[in-house]
């Protein structure tokens, strides 16, 4: 009787499930979990082929699911505690359809609890049974079991090391996003025998063509070269691709494991090559040897900087120079030359940086394309004994554009015939920004900043809007916001809008080496040329999903070894003493305390409520002492001291100076 009854009302619930569904109130989609807790779910296009808005779900209304899940979710009303974060659909997860994961890597912490190193996980797991030797701070990986009244249970079934070990903390991040391990000696071996594919080359090998990097850069697949075009107005800029192709063929041994991996993994203190490093190092560009390479030549006007016209070819050539982004940079700068540099060196210098000076002009005025540049601040981590070396800033310096410049317009060509030739390709496209979005970032302008930004859909305003930002350590943190706010690039089968570049038709071909959207382009117009049946569109389709599933995982990945690098380089500064003052400006309010964004340290920092003078509440979007005309909202400055490091919540504690 009791097994009839429950599958009676298991009969009920799901007429009424379906009642719903036909009313547009339960709709289906994949949960991401943001670090804040906030769930959204993403859902596919409309009929008619318009995307859908995403749906907010309240960090109550998550229940038992999980990032990556697919979930059902029913649609309610946006209520009054939550309205304010979200002014798009909302709803609650009702069901988990499918689980995305079994499995996770976090640090064991007192009282059997385990924390998850993947931030939009659940906070804590409880965790019963064998430990197979860990102990309090060792990294385990924990076998999910059951979700009981919204805590959830698992079972440690390894021990990983321990945490704050730099080896350690890189391994449990390669086992928390599942990325593939280096290859095997053999693997090295097996692919230092290959031999190129035959195909005609032309041989361009007397061309001046040099490969411009970074200092430290172990892969080199792009090279450029300039020289005169058919008419005096003209000039003829050479963009010059690894043919990786001519090694990797499509659905080969070495095809297979590079789509697996779907890019290099570039961790700090940790290298994850797409293809064997033996390879790549035998088919980089390098300097002083003949390489096959798949080359892209630019007529471009000299006094407009538009690319008037452009041909393909497989070639040979010959790298005269390996320059770097610094020597490069300080020739700009100040027109001298390191020693060794030839004439024809530094001439065919001055004009490569004078065609794309006008080059990116050019694309200014006509392509509007947004140029959000921000610092990127990376810690520097020995690879041979993972030891932290300090932290880099990069920023764009002209040398970097230059490069990007060439790329670019040979990604943009390549894209072009694609179409042209009807051949089936891979795009990268950048969707225009959500409105509600853009809304809730301009109400935050306006209310933490005093700033009106205008119509940020728009790409002109928006770059209007960047371009009057502050010059102070307030500039990074709106910018961060903003970048938030714009959805993120992906790769799809079709040409569509990329909102950043202001292009409608722009591919990926120029780093073959590194990244397997590329490498599956060069495959694409290899089979053309050779007359060989290229892949379809379908799948395409298939390898466009899985690739920008693999990007956004190894960028989270990459993100999450960087953060914790840099806690563990601050501990160290903690311990040796010294200064201890830094200036910051508030990102985000919340009642337990400050976010704040250390510029110079390129993190978030955290000061808990209590650690501030006076007794505060929350009010909107700041904090404000309830005797008293005290605040603090987003934008404002503050000192602070660093306090402690806490490993367990991944985050660095801060104390207003002077306490």
Request: hydrophobic share 35%; proline share 6%.
């Amino acid at each position: 009787m009791k097994k009839e009854k429950k599958r009676r009302l298991r009969r009920i619930a799901d007429r009424a499930r379906r009642r719903r569904e036909e009313r547009h109130e339960i709709v289906v989609g994949k949960l991401t979990v943001t670090p804040g807790g906030f769930g959204f779910v993403a859902l596919p296009p409309a009929p008619d082929g318009h995307p859908q808005e995403d749906v907010f779900i309240p960090p109550k209304f998550i229940g038992s699911a999980m990032d990556g899940d697919e979930v059902r979710v029913e649609l309610i009303p946006q209520r009054e505690e939550f309205r304010g974060e979200r002014r798009g659909p909302a709803g609650r997860v009702v069901e988990v359809i499918d689980q995305a994961r079994q499995e996770f890597v976090g640090e064991l912490l007192p009282g059997n609890r385990v924390r998850p190193l993947n931030r939009r996980m659940p906070d804590d797991v409880e965790v019963s049974g064998a430990r197979h030797g860990a102990r309090r701070g060792d990294w385990v990986r924990v076998r999910l079991l059951r979700n009981e009244g919204g805590v959830w249970h698992g079972a440690i079934n390894k021990v990983m090391g321990r945490a704050g070990v730099i080896a350690a903390d890189l391994d449990a991040v390669v086992a928390e996003y599942d990325l593939a391990p280096p290859y095997r000696e053999s693997d090295n071996e097996e692919a230092l025998a290959l031999q190129p594919r035959e195909i005609a080359r032309e041989d361009r090998t007397g061309e001046l063509t040099v490969t411009i990097d970074p200092v430290d850069a172990k892969d080199f697949d792009d090279a450029v070269s300039i020289q005169p075009g058919k008419k005096e107005s003209e000039v003829i800029v050479g963009v010059h691709i690894s043919d990786v192709a001519a090694y990797i063929a499509p659905k080969s041994k070495f095809d297979r494991a590079a789509e697996t991996r779907g890019f290099s993994c570039y961790l700090p203190g940790r290298t994850l090559p797409m293809l064997p490093a033996a390879l790549t190092a035998r088919i980089s560009l390098r300097a002083g040897a003949d390489s096959c390479a798949h080359s892209v030549y630019l007529t471009v006007d000299k006094a407009s900087g538009k690319v008037l016209d452009f041909h393909r070819l497989h070639t040979k050539i010959r790298v005269d120079h390996r320059l770097n982004y610094e020597e490069v940079q300080t020739f700009i700068d100040t027109g001298r030359a390191p020693d060794g540099w030839s004439e024809a060196l530094c001439g065919a210098l001055r004009d490569l940086v004078a065609v794309t000076r006008r080059m990116r002009e050019y694309r200014k005025a006509t392509e509007s394309f947004i140029d959000l540049a921000l610092p990127e601040i990376r810690v520097l981590c020995s690879e041979a004994d993972n030891r932290i070396l300090g932290l880099s800033v990069k920023t764009a310096r002209e040398s970097e554009n230059l490069v990007e410049e060439c790329m670019l317009a040979a990604n943009s060509a390549v894209g072009t015939e694609l179409g042209q030739k009807s051949v089936a390709g891979l795009y990268r496209v950048h969707p225009a920004p959500d409105p509600e979005k853009i809304a809730e970032f301009s109400d935050l302008m306006e209310e933490a900043f005093g700033i009106v930004p205008g119509d940020l859909t728009d790409r002109k305003a928006c770059n209007r809007f960047i371009a009057g930002l502050p010059d102070d350590p307030r500039r990074p943190v709106i910018l961060s916001h903003l970048l938030r706010s714009l959805p993120r690039a992906y790769y799809l089968e079709k040409p569509a809008l990329h909102f950043g570049l202001g292009k409608g038709r722009y591919s990926h071909f120029t780093s073959p080496i590194r990244r397997y959207p590329d490498l599956v382009v060069h495959q694409q117009l290899w089979n053309l040329d050779t007359h060989v049946r290229t892949r379809s569109v379908s799948t395409l389709a298939r390898v466009a999903e899985e690739c920008s599933e693999k990007e956004e995982n190894n960028d989270a990945a990459y993100f999450a070894a960087n953060d914790r690098l840099k806690l563990r380089y601050l501990q160290e500064l903690l311990e040796k003493g010294g200064e201890n003052m830094y200036e910051g400006v508030i990102a985000k309010v919340t009642s337990a305390g400050l976010q704040v964004d250390i510029h110079e340290l390129g993190l978030y920092g955290f000061v808990p409520r209590e650690q501030l003078r006076g007794d505060f509440r929350r009010s909107s979007r700041m904090l404000k002492q309830r005797r008293g005309e005290q605040g603090y909202k987003p934008g404002d400055f503050i000192y602070l001291r660093l306090a402690q490091i806490d490993f367990a919540r991944g985050s660095a504690i801060f104390v207003p100076a002077g306490r």
